[in-house]
C-alpha cells in the first residue's frame, strides 16, 4: 500500500519533476561525472596498487614504473577535478531547484490565501516554507546521485568483470546484487512506514509548536505551560523513540553490509589469485591491483539502503507541495482599469474546499466609488469571505466579482495597488520602520513616509524612536502599543494610495478609547475612498454611508445608518445590543 501511494506520488508529483525535466542535460552531466569520479578512484588505487607492488620486487629497471607513475598522476589529479565540477553542476540545479520551488509556493500560498488560512494552522505554512523545502534540497544529494551512480557502477562493473570471466561475474552479480537490490528493498520494507510516521511526527510538532509559542500567552494566563510542556514532551519522545528504532536497523543493515563487501573483496581476491597465480613476477602486482581497485567502489554502494528510505521522506514533502492549488506561469497580464472603482458583486456564491456548505450564496452588492459600508454578520455569516472575494484572494464558485468593470481574480500582484487591508492583526517585520512602511510603496521617499505618519498622528512617536525611521522593529511589532501598530498599517495604505481600502476587523482586542480614536483617524485620512469595514459590532458605523448585514450568505439588512435605525426593529435591537441594553436579535 505504501509502495503503490509512493509511486503514485512521484508519478503525479508537479513540483518536483519539471526541474529534472527541465535541467536533464545539467543533471546527466552531473551524473556521469559522479561515475567517473568513482571509476578514477578505482582506477588510482589499481595503478596505486600494482605500482607498490612492482616497486616491491625491485625490477631490473626503474623505467618499467614510469607508465604506472603516469597513471597514478592522471587518475590523482583526475578525481578531485571531476569531483569538484560535478558538485558544481549538481549544487547548481539544488539551488535552482530551492528558488524556484520557494517562489512556487509563495505564488501557491497567495493565490489561496483564504483557504489556506481556514484549512490549515500558521505552523503549517512555516513547515512548508522551511522543513519541505529544505529538506528537498537534499533530494539530489541523498537519493538521486547515489542511486543512480550505483547503479552506473554497478553495471560498468559487471560489464568488465564479463569481459573478464564469467564466474567473477556471476559472482559480483549475486554479491553485490545483495547490496544494490536486496538490501534497499529491506530497508524500505522495515523503515519506509517508520519514517514515514517520523516525518508526520515531524510535522505535527512543528505546526504544534510554531502556534503554541504565537499564543504563549493564552498558556501563561491560563497557567497550563506545564501541561502544554508535558503535552509537547510527550510527542517528542514518540518521535525519538521511532527514530532510535530506525538507528537500531540501520546500524545492523550497516554491520551486513560491510560483511558483504568484505565477502566481495575477498571474491575478488581468489578470482585474481586463480586469474593471475603462477603466471611470474608479475602476478602479485595484478593481484593487488585488483584487490585494491574494488575498495573505493565501496563508497559508490554504501549510501544506496539510506537512499532508499530517504526517498518516503521525500515524497511526503512533494505530496504535501502538491496539496496546494496550481500556479499558472503563463497567466495573462493584470489589467489596467481606469475607474471608476466601483465594487460590483453579482450573485456571487462561495464554498470552501470539501465543503458542501455555502458561504456565500447569490449575494448581490454594489459599492460605487468613494462610499463607505460597514458589513457586519455572526461569525460565519461570510464577512471575511466577502473580503477575500474583493481582494481577489478567492474566486466564487458562481456569479461575479468585480473592480471597476474587471474579476478580482484577474489582478494577480498588481490587487495591492487597487485594494488594500487593514487587518485585526498588523504585522510588523523585523526590519526598520522606514523598510516595513515601504511595503505600501517600495519608492517612497523619508518625506513622504514622515508624511504619511503625520496624517495618522503617529509624528510623535516617530521624535521618541532612538533612530528614527532607521529603528529597528522587533518581530511583531511588540515595541508599540495595539493602536500604533493599526496606525502603522493605515501609513502604509496611506502610502500605497490604493482606491479602495478594506478594513477587516480593524479594532478587535482594542479598548474603547483607543478604538473610538483610531476609527476617528481612520474615517478622516480615508475621505474619499472606498472603505469596507467588517466589524463585529456597531461601533463607529454611525459614520458610514451604508450598513450591510449579512445572514446565511445573503443580505438581510441594507441602507444607511439613519434610514436602518428609523424604519428596521432589527436594526435598532441590534444597535441596543451592542450597547449592552438589550437582548440580541433572533
Known amino acids: 500500500m505504501r509502495t503503490a501511494e509512493f509511486a503514485r506520488t512521484w508519478r503525479q508529483d508537479r513540483w518536483v519533476r519539471p526541474f529534472f525535466k527541465r535541467y536533464r542535460k545539467t543533471l546527466a552531466f552531473a551524473l556521469l561525472l559522479g561515475a567517473a569520479t568513482f571509476a578514477f578512484a578505482a582506477g588510482l588505487m589499481v595503478t596505486s596498487g600494482y605500482l607498490i607492488s612492482a616497486a616491491a620486487a625491485v625490477p631490473e629497471s626503474v623505467l618499467a614504473l614510469n607508465l604506472p607513475l603516469i597513471f597514478v598522476r592522471i587518475f590523482g589529479i583526475g578525481k578531485p577535478v571531476l569531483h569538484y565540477f560535478e558538485r558544481l553542476a549538481s549544487h547548481d540545479w539544488v539551488l535552482r531547484m530551492t528558488s524556484g520551488l520557494r517562489l512556487a509556493l509563495y505564488r501557491a ?25 529544505g529538506h528537498l534540497q537534499n533530494l539530489y544529494l541523498r537519493t ?32 553485490l ?49 506545564g501541561a502544554y510542556l508535558e503535552r509537547y514532551r510527550a510527542s517528542e519522545a514518540a518521535m525519538k523513540e521511532l527514530v532510535r528504532a530506525e538507528q537500531r536497523f540501520s546500524r545492523r543493515r550497516d554491520v551486513a553490509l560491510q560483511v558483504l563487501f568484505g565477502a566481495t573483496a575477498v571474491v575478488v581476491l581468489m578470482w585474481a589469485a586463480g586469474r593471475f597465480g603462477g603466471q611470474g613476477t608479475d602476478a602479485a602486482n595484478w593481484i593487488a591491483a585488483f584487490v585494491l581497485g574494488f575498495f573505493p567502489l565501496i563508497d559508490a554502494f554504501a549510501p544506496l539502503s539510506s537512499a532508499a528510505v530517504d526517498a518516503f521522506s521525500f515524497s511526503d514533502s512533494v505530496q504535501r507541495l502538491n496539496a ?13 482599469p481606469s475607474g471608476p472603482f466601483d465594487v460590483r458583486i453579482e450573485g456571487a456564491a462561495y464554498r470552501y474546499p470539501g465543503s458542501d456548505k455555502m458561504v456565500l450564496d447569490g449575494l448581490d452588492l454594489f459599492v460605487p466609488q468613494g462610499q463607505k459600508v460597514a458589513v457586519l454578520g ?48 498588523t504585522y510588523l517585520f523585523n526590519m526598520t520602520l522606514r523598510e516595513n512602511l515601504r511595503i505600501g510603496r517600495a519608492d517612497a521617499s523619508d518625506d513622504d513616509i514622515r508624511t504619511a505618519l503625520a496624517s495618522v498622528g503617529l509624528s510623535g512617536l516617530l521624535s521618541r524612536l532612538p533612530e528614527g525611521l532607521d529603528t529597528m522593529v522587533d518581530e511583531a511589532g511588540l515595541r508599540f502599543s495595539g493602536g500604533e501598530r493599526h496606525r502603522v498599517a493605515l501609513a502604509r495604505v496611506l502610502l500605497q494610495d490604493a482606491p479602495v481600502v478594506i478594513l477587516d476587523e480593524p479594532t478587535v482586542g482594542l479598548d474603547p478609547v483607543t478604538e473610538r480614536d483610531l476609527l476617528e483617524t481612520l474615517f478622516e485620512v480615508l475621505e474619499g475612498r472606498t472603505v469596507i469595514m467588517i466589524t463585529h459590532h456597531l461601533q463607529g458605523v454611525s ?16 441602507g444607511s445608518p439613519a434610514e436602518l435605525a428609523r424604519a428596521s426593529e432589527r436594526y435598532r435591537t441590534l444597535l441596543a445590543f451592542d450597547r449592552g441594553a438589550a437582548a440580541p436579535a433572533p
Open 543 to 558: 459614520a458610514m454611508d451604508r450598513v450591510v448585514f449579512l445572514e446565511e450568505g445573503r443580505v438581510a439588512l441594507d
Open 177 to 225: 546484487g545483495a547490496v544494490v537490490v536486496l538490501a534497499p528493498l529491506v530497508s524500505v520494507i522495515a523503515c519506509g512506514a517508520r519514517r514515514m510516521r517520523i516525518k508526520a511526527c515531524r510535522n505535527e510538532l512543528y505546526a504544534e509548536l510554531t502556534d503554541n509559542v504565537l499564543g504563549v500567552s493564552d498558556w501563561v494566563f491560563s497557567q497550563r505551560c
Open 109 to 133: 500560498m497567495e493565490k489561496d490565501a483564504v483557504v489556506f488560512r481556514t484549512a490549515r494552522r500558521t505552523g503549517d505554512a512555516l513547515g512548508l516554507l522551511s522543513e519541505d523545502i
Open 378 to 425: 455572526r461569525s460565519g455569516a461570510g464577512k471575511s469571505t466577502l473580503a477575500a472575494l474583493v481582494r481577489g484572494d478567492a474566486a466564487p464558485v458562481c456569479g461575479s466579482v468585480t473592480l471597476a468593470g474587471v474579476p478580482t481574480v484577474r489582478f494577480g500582484e498588481a490587487m495591492p495597488s487597487y485594494v488594500g487591508v487593514i487587518q485585526q492583526r
Open 324 to 336: 496546494l492549488p496550481e500556479v499558472d506561469d503563463h497567466a495573462e497580464k493584470p489589467p489596467v
Open 144 to 175: 538521486v546521485f547515489p542511486s543512480v551512480v550505483a547503479l552506473l557502477v554497478w553495471f560498468a562493473l559487471l560489464a568488465i568483470a564479463g569481459f573478464l570471466s564469467l564466474a567473477l561475474l556471476a559472482a559480483l552479480f549475486l554479491t
